[in-house]
């Protein structure tokens, strides 16, 4: 079955409706999101129907916030792709305004979820809440389903450890250095990316040529040395990355660098996706170039050293194709 991308609901097609639909913002998609994706996915199979996400652009909170504050782990794109891999047969984003905010809990139900997507099933997590001043809670959505005869499932929250997986959780490893323990919460390996633009070629000067990716001003990644594997035009590279200000150099805005091994060729203007396997160290501020040149060599070969065994951490990961399973 095609894989649908819906920017809203203007033409939602035959093929996805008179499914069943996770809802939710499920930035990061992480393991406590698939624990309600899997659901919806069982309930579809069961049904015969399709299974689809349904999330919102941007998140909530950055439409209603002075300015935007958020450090999102998964844009819409993000999301898609992973939706596909995750095994649904569509994603639906919504685009979240504040008219669509002030949309009554009722309406959603009746105009978007009954009307537009003819539901046989939602599934949502127990903190999920929708509609003007977030009157959709579990039980009025519960109290619908009953009404309008579509299934709805509600499900706790899924914990790792001492406390459960959350976005928050997951952004607070990221911004500790913490990138295994952040991977392990997220079910597969956190990727960031972007389209390659033309830097200073400082790197390139240095014996290291590198990919340059803006980052949001909002990134609260760990300024520091990173080991990576890139995704560029079907094929896959093992490599080392600079994500920070260059102490060194500028003390810029927040630029993500990345340094493909063994590739030679013009990457400006390509988006690149890039997969974090380990925090390898901070940002440093060198006395020499030759400091900084010994300094990448050792960053490369412990680089070389952590992807070569690095395997999928579920099918989920597999499925994203950057480690085998």
């Known amino acids: 079955m095609t894989f649908h991308v ?4 203007r033409s939602a097609p035959d093929a996805v409706r008179g499914g069943v639909v996770a809802i939710g913002n499920f930035d990061g998609c992480h393991r406590g999101h698939q624990s309600v994706f899997d659901i919806a996915r069982a309930q579809a199979a069961a049904k015969g129907s399709p299974a689809l996400m349904l999330t919102f652009e941007p998140h909530p909170r950055d439409v209603f916030s002075p300015e935007p504050f958020m450090y999102r782990l998964t844009t819409g794109e993000a999301k898609a792709r992973l939706a596909e891999a995750i095994g649904f047969d569509g994603i639906v984003v919504m685009p979240f305004t504040r008219d669509f905010a002030a949309f009554s809990a009722q309406s959603f139900v009746d105009d978007i979820l009954v009307g537009a997507l003819g539901v046989h099933g939602v599934v ?138 063994d590739f030679d060729g013009d990457l400006y203007g390509s988006v690149l996706e890039v997969a974090l396997v380990e925090f390898l160290r901070p940002e440093q501020n060198f006395s020499s170039t030759g400091e ?24 989920l990961d597999a499925r994203l194709g950057f480690f085998p399973a």
């Open 124 to 261: 949502a997590g127990a903190d999920f809440l929708f509609g003007k001043a977030r009157a959709g809670t579990p039980e009025f959505l519960a109290a619908e389903g009953v009404r309008l005869g579509f299934d709805v499932t509600i499900t706790d929250m899924l914990d790792e450890g001492d406390a459960p997986v959350s976005s928050s959780r997951v952004r607070r490893a990221l911004g500790a250095g913490k990138v295994r323990e952040a991977n392990i919460l997220l079910g597969y390996h956190h990727m960031v990316g972007g389209r390659v633009i033309h830097g200073a070629r400082r790197g390139r000067e240095l014996g290291y040529p590198t990919a340059n990716i803006a980052q949001s001003q909002l990134s609260k990644l760990r300024q520091g040395i990173y080991a990576i594997r890139v995704r560029h035009a079907g094929r896959f590279f093992d490599g080392v990355a600079s994500f920070g200000s260059r102490p060194m150099f500028d003390n810029g805005a927040p630029l993500f660098e990345a340094h493909l091994f």
């Open 292 to 315: 900084l040149i010994a300094q990448m060599d050792d960053d490369s070969a412990k680089s070389r050293e952590l992807i070569e065994p690095e395997r999928a951490i579920s099918l």
């Open 6 to 9: 819906l920017d809203g609901l």
